[in-house]
Nanobody, 123 residues
Framework: QVQLVETGGGLVQAGGSLRLSCAGSGRTFSKYGMGWFRQAPGKEREFVAAITWILSSTYYAKSVKGRFTISRDNAKNTVYLQMNSLKPEDTAVYYC????????????????WGQGTQVTVSS
């Protein structure tokens, strides 16, 4: 059983930065991919970024590409999401999740989810 805890959310002005962390426990992470998703009020949950563990390949939603960076530290069983040049439309609850096998942007294919962390960007 995998448990994930997201931290690092908060309130930031437009143009600012935040770094989210997702710490895992319960199993080794080295074989599995990780993804970040977000959900704003009244909107569908959307894919943000993902990273594969074997090749460290990264994938980004078009809306965040060039502004957000996903990374991982296998020794710490932790995945990060560095968010720069934040915009009000980035306001959402951000979730991390685990996935076996190859990359997917489909949230339904991710097995374990954290509780989420709120990111609010003021204009």
């Amino acid at each position: 059983q995998v448990q994930l805890v997201e931290t690092g959310g908060g309130l930031v002005q437009a143009g600012g930065s935040l770094r989210l962390s997702c710490a895992g426990s319960g199993r080794t992470f080295s074989k599995y991919g990780m993804g970040w998703f977000r959900q704003a009020p009244g909107k569908e949950r959307e894919f943000v970024a993902a990273i594969t563990w074997i090749l460290s390949s990264t994938y980004y939603a078009k809306s965040v590409k060039g502004r957000f960076t996903i990374s991982r530290d296998n020794a710490k069983n932790t995945v990060y999401l560095q968010m720069n040049s934040l915009k009000p439309e980035d306001t959402a609850v951000y979730y991390c999740a685990t996935k076996g096998g190859g990359f997917s942007y489909n949230a339904s294919l991710y097995s374990y989810w954290g509780q989420g962390t709120q990111v609010t960007v003021s204009s």
